[in-house]
């Protein structure tokens, strides 16, 4: 029996950006732009892609720029009307979301990721549902969250997205304890929150994407404090490796960390070499970039 659709997805988006301080003092991270797309925006496009229908975005104060971006901007809209730029309004169009499609909660505390995902517990209700960190962008061919959705169809279970990553870049991340691999697909026997250093289980690192059931907002309820004295999504999910409804699924596609100064500006180069109207003029100049660089050394 196929499990039931995915079609809520949770954006946890409170955080307070400060590594992009001082950008983030009065804009919120993930307006920050990616060529000329802001971070939310790619993340979105992939929720949709994956069939959710309803988001469900975390805030916190300091975020209302979010909200306006999905709204529509009538003035803006009748000036590129009346100006003729039906490109560019189109382009506007698909930032639009339809009435009640989206839904904004307060997270008051930052308390953590855990946290913020159970702030949208009365949203989810008894349904599966999505969630995606839009710091974690994911460059492929068929969106990540799709892929994973397939996943999630096959096992029926929890699916979260996973990456080989260095031993010493463990500690970063949620890390899987590997019960059987099954190459794309890996089942889980636990996992572990940012792990000390020589004690991960693996190298298999979860992603910012994640198909839940609703019983990992039960399991959030018990509000226990794990890993930096937060309330960790990750020890909320290893909680079901006993029922043997954990899985890691190695995606398909480059991720690239834009919570990260270094991982912004590595996604900025490969998504602007990737547009074709930015390709011939923006591998020129990095060529000459590399060329100077090299006559300099
Ligand atoms: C969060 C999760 C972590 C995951 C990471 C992926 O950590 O808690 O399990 O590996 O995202 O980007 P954060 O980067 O918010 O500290």
Known sequence: MKPKKVTKAIFPVAGLGTRFLPATKSIPK?????????????????????GIKEF????????????????????????????????????????????????????????????????????????????????DVIAAEKPCLAQMVDAYEQTGGNVVAAMEVAPEKTSSYGVLDIAEDMGSIVKAKGMVEKPKAGTAPSNLAVIGRYILTPKIMTNLNKMKQGAGGEIQLTD??????????????RFRGQRYDCGSKAGFLQATVAFGLARPDLRDEFASYLNDMIALQKAAQ
């Open 56 to 135: 469900i975005f975390v805030t916190s104060r300091g975020k209302s720029a979010l909200e306006d971006y999905f709204d529509v901007a009538p003035e803006l809209e009748s000036a590129l009307r009346k100006a003729g730029k039906d490109q560019l309004l189109d382009i506007l169009k698909e930032t639009n979301m339809d009435s009640g499609a989206i839904a904004y909660i307060r997270q008051n505390r930052p308390m953590g990721l855990g946290h913020a995902v159970w702030c949208a517990r009365r949203l989810i209700g008894n349904e599966p549902f999505a969630v995606l960190l839009p710091d």
């Open 30 to 50: 993930e307006i920050m732009t990616l060529v000329d797309r802001p971070l939310i925006q790619y993340a979105i496009d992939e929720a949709r892609a994956a």
């Open 236 to 249: 909320a999910i290893a909680e079901e490796v006993k029922s043997g409804k954990v899985f890691g699924y």
